[in-house]
């Protein structure tokens, strides 16, 4: 059986004929599967190819290697470390709960040994006999030069990985969320993936099944991205008491980093194990080390002790200071040995030091710094192939292999800071390349800058994907040729070999650089212009053909993100960046599977007056003759989001405006980022959320229908239950200081802190109390109830200090200002206006019941909505009607923008108004996601949000010029989202061609009949918007309807 198979569920055998008799047990020491199903088995193997981001068990192996071998007698003094003893006599207890014996973070300099001796301890915790022997060990080495090695998300996947291919019953934890999010998700290796991740790791590690495992992580201090996030989760598992967890031990190391430190020691529940304090047992190590050492140079005699006593005597407990000089030596002829010693420091910063002057006094000096420089500024490991594309030697040529060589001689004169495996270059530690960024930049970057080397990097890439890029360089034979259900066949030699990196990362390198050399790149006909204008689709087909359409994706966004700090907004480079980014976006299912498609139904689908369309409409085939009625431009719409399966009831954003979190009658709440992606997933499908807040220390707060309060952490991991209300909590909101105020159908209000413990609870509401709010200085709460009351609390004496005037009948809509010194009450026609004395400052006499009541930003003015009264703007200082406006739907959504300049009014199933504040109209928008119940704008005022009744979230584009234009016709009447395919014959003969269009793939074959075409012609749709639910042929054309409720055309020669 396969090691990672799922054999639970689907264990099945079939037995005929004559096979092996046994009229004893039979046993198995591993799971045992006989007749798993093919299907399962290849999703399990799908879910575990896309999961591996790299085999960890190849990378100790490597490590191993390149270092020389793991030496036993170097790393066995551990095994008789007080530390370790600890840690590993308490692992034999694996029902244990002692937090002390679970962590074992062994720190230390740089060059002390510390990645060797974890491969060591691997070694000794893998053997089959022992006291502390682990069912599963799965471990992760972090590399900062490699970015597949470099950040928290790589570790979860190298540990997920190593542990459910030892224990394969544990893959039905990733299965869970990989078969849910679907196979090209990027659930691994997006922007969102460590969250994913955390999840499947806690499932998985809180499995009861989850024999004895170890779990090692080397070199946090290289893990460059999310690291917090990394050491924070470690701390968490480790506080949580389980009878899975308990069976769960980790070792960890790291330089002696005072963030990691101060991180891990507020677990306290590990043991450290500094190797400063260990310093007679390192330096007896490292002496086994030298005699090794020395052994393999070969020297005999009164050599071989002058050798040893010299390194003895330098090497201040160092490996990598020995490994140095050792790798010099190897060259040097056995008579100049003892004059070449004394040419060696003491000390690793020395010794870089003279391997830096041997660099400067050489004949091939420029060409060594100029190695070393892209060396610096790379971004992960590159090969010398890509080398060749991005370092500045004459006469070098990518594919030409004497020159490979070249270079490869040129890297090896690189004075031991680098070196080259399987034709990888890297550096020979991380203290290499931190003592060179720290000490040499100025002589190794050109003007001494940085910034000037990444520009370097931008424009060499660019040039060299300029000279290569073209139209179907693969050469794939058809249309619909999907690279991710067939192999590749690379071209020998592979044209886009040198330009993996330079594809990749171009942009990074573009976004690193500033001042004036923008011009150069950045301008109206400048570099990034030209050859995006030119080679877009040529690099998104490379993309494609080298899986990294997500890297793209999100390279594009990052550079959309760099422009305005540089360049004005409406210049050429901008504009075409902003159409290359939606037009990704658009097509990004059909780029990642079919990378001829870019050319066809990318650009047929596109909008009319898309810049890349325009761009590229030659690279139209000439048999489409009528192509699909598409949009004139972009929609205003940038995103949708899917998720909730009931209606939003409550939508709330961070602070910092990086994360929304909505809560739904489904009784789940979702995190989003500003992108749409949905980060996570938690609540209590019980009862249904009826409000959600977030704390500026970010966590969550749910109040539900039945139920108590509820308080989580992004992670979804729910941190405390605040029981006392004895009816449903309509309304919970916090203070800045962390505190919790909770509203009720009980009609009570009650104040928490932190800890989750009641504070107070306030009575005098007659009926449910349906909204809360802490005042500006979190003095006094104002709570808004059935009973046609506000009251003002003053949470410090414990009492309602006012309670303003009431209405005549009962209150229907309040608001609070944001300046926390006004609310606003509307009942029947009449709305009031009271200061937090309860004194009421002002009284506005309304046409018609007030619906809706919303206060501008700056509290100087409110907006009302009276049913088909339309909406009025006052002026709160004097009672003042500034504007009105009628419209022939009955208004229920009013919103001010941040700067109180612009207003979105509009009808739950009806449009949504965009004008200023003068009553000038700048757009009309329409969502066919149900009816709206919520709107609210972006900070910068370019984006607007409408959250729907059946669960959606929409974000429209309010700035775009021709957003008033989005084009509706061709929409089917009569349908909605449960359109029903109708039936038909899937094959009919069309203008001497054979069309087939396959529902679940949304394809469009072509075939020429009579043997005339040797393949199929296809086009393939790009989103749900025109996913096909029925189509009918009539002569050349062919007209489809689709699940958005539209129809198009496509007609053919």
């Known amino acids: 059986m396969a090691e990672y198979g799922r054999p639970t569920k689907r264990a099945r055998a079939t037995f005929n004929g004559v096979g092996i008799q046994n009229s004893g047990s039979i046993s198995a020491g591993r799971d045992l599967v006989i007749g798993q199903n093919n299907s399962e088995f290849e999703a399990d193997r799908c879910c575990l190819n896309d999961l591996r981001v ?33 840690w590993h006599g308490k692992c034999n207890n694996y029902n244990s709960n002692d937090g002390r014996s679970r962590l074992l973070w062994i720190k230390g300099d740089p060059g002390k040994g510390k990645t060797m001796l974890l491969c060591g301890i691997i070694d000794e915790l893998s053997k089959p006999t ?19 090695l470099n950040n928290a998300t790589a570790v979860l996947r190298g540990l997920i990985f190593l542990l459910v291919s030892r224990q394969p019953t544990l893959l039905s934890h990733v299965r869970k969320k990989y078969d849910s999010a679907g196979r090209n998700s990027g659930l691994f290796q997006d922007s969102n993936a460590f969250f994913a991740l955390s999840e499947i790791f806690t499932d998985l590690i809180q499995d009861p099944a989850l024999k004895s495992t170890c779990l090692i992580i080397d070199a946090l201090d290289e893990c460059v991205v999310g690291l917090p996030w990394l050491l924070k989760l470690i701390v968490e598992k480790l506080s949580v008491s389980t009878t899975a967890n308990s069976r769960l031990r980790w070792i960890v190391s790291s330089r002696n980093w005072w963030n ?41 005699g009164k050599l071989r002790d002058t050798v040893s006593q010299y390194l003895l005597a330098n090497a201040q407990s160092t490996f990598l200071w ?11 002829p056995q008579l100049r040995v003892q004059k070449k ?45 890509e080398l060749m594309t991005l370092v500045d030697i004459p006469d070098l040529e990518p594919d030409d292999d004497l020159n490979s060589e070249s270079l490869r001689e040129i890297v090896q004169l690189c004075g031991s800071f680098l070196t080259v495996r399987d034709g990888v270059i890297s550096f020979v530690h991380q203290s290499a390349k931190d003592y060179l960024v720290k000490n040499e930049s100025l002589q190794m970057f050109p003007d001494g800058r940085v910034e000037k080397q990444e520009q370097l990097m931008a424009l060499r890439s660019i040039f060299a994907m300029e000279k290569t890029l073209t139209k179907n360089i693969y050469g794939l034979e058809t249309l619909d040729f999907d690279i991710l259900k067939n192999k590749t066949e690379r071209p020998n030699p592979d044209p886009l070999a040198s330009l993996r990196y330079a594809c990749a990362h171009w942009i990074d390198h573009v976004c690193g650089t500033e001042g004036d050399w923008h011009e150069n790149l950045l301008s109206n006909n400048g570099c990034v212009h030209g050859f995006l204008r030119k080679h877009l689709l040529h690099w998104l087909e490379a993309l494609s053909l080298l899986k990294a359409v997500t890297s793209g994706v999100q390279a594009i966004a990052k550079l959309n993100l760099f422009l305005p700090k540089v360049i004005p907004a409406q210049s050429q480079t901008s504009r075409l960046l902003y159409d290359a980014n939606r037009f990704i976006l658009h097509n990004k299912e059909i780029v990642e599977r079919f990378p001829r498609q870019i050319y066809v139904s990318a650009l047929l689908f596109s909008p009319v007056r898309s810049l890349t369309r325009k761009l590229f409409e030659g690279e139209n085939l000439d048999w489409v003759t009528i192509k699909p009625v598409v949009e ?19 939508v709330n954003i961070s602070s910092d405006g990086i994360c929304v979190v909505s809560g739904s009658v489904d009784g789940t709440i979702k995190i989003w980022d500003v992108s749409g992606n949905c980060l996570n997933t938690f609540g209590d499908n019980n009862y249904s959320i009826r409000s959600v807040t977030i704390s500026n220390n970010e966590h969550i707060a749910s109040g539900l229908e039945r139920g108590p309060i509820k308080v989580w952490d992004f992670n979804g991991n729910l941190l405390k239950t605040l029981y006392g209300h004895k009816s449903g909590v309509n309304s919970v909101a916090f203070s800045n200081d962390g505190r919790i105020i909770s509203g009720s159908a009980d009609r009570t209000i009650k104040i928490w802190d932190s800890s989750g413990n ?12 349906m909204s809360v709010v802490f005042s500006k200085d979190c003095t006094r709460v104002i709570s808004g109830s059935c009973d046609k009351t506000i009251k003002i609390w003053d949470i410090i004496g414990k009492n309602c200090s006012n309670e303003p005037h009431s209405h005549g009948d009962k209150i229907t809509v309040l608001d609070l200002s944001k300046t926390g010194k006004h609310i606003a009450t509307g009942s029947n026609d009449t709305i009031k206006i009271w200061d937090l004395d309860g004194n009421c400052i002002n009284t506005l006499r309304n046409e ?5 009541i919303v206060f501008s930003n700056n509290g100087a003015r409110i907006v009302s909505s009276s049913g088909y009264c339309g909406v009025k703007v006052w002026d709160i200082s004097n009672n003042v009607c500034l504007s009105t406006f009628q419209y022939d739907f009955v208004v229920t959504l009013v919103t001010f923008s941040n700067n109180d300049t612009l207003l979105a009014v509009g009808s739950g199933d009806g449009p949504i108004k965009i004008l200023n504040i003068n009553g000038d109209y700048l757009n009309t928008l329409y969502s066919d996601r149900g009816e709206v119940r919520s709107i609210a704008f972006s900070g910068d005022e370019r984006f607007i949000a409408l959250i729907s009744r059946e669960g959606t979230i929409q974000i429209w584009n309010i700035e775009d010029k021709f957003a008033s234009e989005i084009q509706f016709e061709g929409r089917l009447t009569g349908h909605d989202h449960g359109l029903t395919i109708l039936a038909f014959d899937n094959t009919e003969w069309l203008g001497g061609r054979l069309i087939k269009w396959h529902l679940l793939t949304d394809t469009v074959d072509i075939s020429m009949n009579m043997g005339l075409s040797p393949s199929p012609v296809t086009i393939a749709s790009p989103q749900n918007e025109y996913r096909t639910t029925c189509f009918v042929i009539r002569g050349n054309v062919i007209t489809f309807g689709c699940a958005s409720g539209r129809h198009h055309q496509l007609g053919f020669l």
């Open 341 to 385: 010693l004394q040419e060696f420091p003491p000390g690793l910063d020395m010794l870089y030091r003279r391997m830096v002057d041997q660099i400067y006094n050489s004949d091939d000096a420029k060409f060594c710094e100029s190695v070393i420089a892209v060396m610096l500024v790379v971004r992960r490991p590159i090969t010398l192939k």
């Open 758 to 769: 009641c504070l107070n609870t306030l009575s005098g509401h007659i009926d449910h109390v």
């Open 130 to 148: 022992g006291d502390a022997k682990f069912d599963n060990l799965a471990f992760f080495f972090c590399q900062a030069t490699d970015e597949r």
């Open 54 to 86: 790299t085999d960890p068990r190849h990378d100790k192996q490597r490590i191993e290697s390149a270092k020389g071998g793991l030496l036993a007698d170097a790393y066995t003094w551990i095994l008789h470390n007080t530390e370790f003893e600890e």
């Open 632 to 650: 004139t431009d972009w929609g205003a719409c940038l995103q949708t989001f899917y998720g909730h399966v009931k209606d939003v009831t409550s």
């Open 322 to 332: 020995v490994a140095l000089v050792c790798q010099e030596l190897q060259n040097v």
């Open 260 to 300: 990691i430190e101060k991180v891990l020691n507020t677990a306290a529940q590990g043991i450290n194990l500094s190797l400063e304090l260990n310093a007679d047992s390192i330096s007896t190590a490292v002496t086994v080390y030298i005699r090794h050492k020395v052994d393999k140079l070969g020297y005999r």
């Open 848 to 852: 018609g019941m007030v619906g809706l």
